[in-house]
């Protein structure tokens, strides 16, 4: 199913989409629940893992253009993974307790000793992250092998929601201009907005229940 969104948005040229990029995200949801090998393979961790393992390595995948089940008898276009570039993106809450553990905890011959961690930047905790970290979170060594890029993405801050405000705002004007409806807000607004927004409230789409409520 990844790949014939891929090919849909090529207009179903094959040589484009075998130079595409693939954004998946949520990729922590498929971690599975203990850091230990299963024999017996989770759907909803390793085993869909597993499956986009194939892709990532790079295969030779079959894709019915118009959808496996209404048209079985159509012929399957080929599509090569082996240049496509994929992106996996994750919020991977609860990461930052295995980081901070393992900067606390030096294990040695039977005891457990502390390290000296007053150079680790507390506030930014995420951007010492490892691949054994994200081992440990449950994803598999051969999928993370594949992911030979970590990027860590700091928090939004009060002039990046403000920003978003904006761009918000003026959605929703576009849309109530189009109803008849006239809106008008001065450059005070995206603070106020901002500004009611407690600690419960992360990321854009928070944001723009925020703007609803109040607006």
Same mark, same amino acid.
């Given at each position: 199913? *990844? /790949?014939?969104?891929?090919?849909?948005?090529?207009?179903?040229?094959?040589?484009?989409?075998?130079?595409? /990029?693939?954004?998946?995200?949520?990729?922590? @949801?498929?971690?599975?629940?203990?850091?230990?090998?299963?024999?017996?393979?989770?759907? &909803?961790?390793?085993?869909?893992?597993?499956?986009?393992?194939?892709? $990532? #390595?790079?295969?030779?995948? +079959?894709?019915?253009?118009?959808? +496996?089940?209404?048209?079985?008898?159509? =012929?399957?276009? %080929?599509?090569?993974?082996?240049? /496509?570039?994929?992106?996996?993106?994750?919020?991977? &809450?609860?990461?930052?307790?295995?980081?901070?553990?393992?900067?606390?905890?030096?294990?040695?011959?039977?005891?457990?000793?502390?390290?000296?961690?007053?150079?680790?930047?507390?506030?930014?905790?995420?951007?010492?992250?490892? =691949?054994?970290?994200? @081992?440990? %979170?449950? $994803?598999?060594?051969?999928?993370? +092998?594949?992911? !030979? #890029? /970590?990027?860590?993405?700091? =928090?939004?801050?009060?002039?990046?929601?403000?920003?978003?405000?904006?761009?918000? *705002?003026?959605?929703?004007?576009?849309? $109530?201009?189009?109803?008849?409806?006239?809106?008008?807000?001065? #450059?005070?607004? =995206?603070?106020?907005?901002?500004?009611?927004?407690?600690?419960?409230?992360? +990321?854009?789409? !928070?944001?723009?229940?925020?703007?609803?409520?109040?607006?």
């Amino acid at each position: 199913s *990844i /790949i014939t969104r891929l090919l849909q948005a090529a207009d179903y040229d094959v040589e484009k989409a075998e130079r595409g /990029i693939v954004f998946i995200d949520e990729i922590d @949801k498929i971690a599975r629940k203990s850091d230990n090998p299963s024999i017996t393979r989770d759907v &909803s961790g390793e085993g869909v893992q597993q499956g986009l393992l194939k892709l $990532l #390595e790079g295969s030779l995948v +079959g894709v019915p253009p118009k959808g +496996g089940r209404k048209h079985p008898e159509q =012929p399957l276009l %080929y599509v090569n993974t082996k240049n /496509i570039l994929f992106i996996c993106a994750g919020a991977f &809450s609860g990461i930052e307790d295995i980081i901070d553990k393992r900067f606390h905890v030096k294990k040695s011959i039977g005891f457990s000793q502390p390290t000296d961690d007053k150079n680790i930047d507390k506030t930014q905790i995420m951007k010492y992250v490892t =691949p054994n970290d994200i @081992k440990s %979170y449950g $994803l598999i060594p051969e999928f993370i +092998g594949r992911v !030979d #890029e /970590i990027v860590v993405f700091n =928090p939004l801050g009060e002039e990046d929601y403000k920003k978003i405000a904006v761009l918000m *705002i003026n959605e929703m004007k576009t849309v $109530l201009k189009d109803k008849g409806i006239e809106f008008v807000y001065d #450059e005070n607004t =995206p603070s106020a907005i901002v500004s009611k927004m407690d600690g419960n409230v992360r +990321g854009a789409r !928070d944001l723009r229940n925020v703007i609803r409520r109040n607006i």
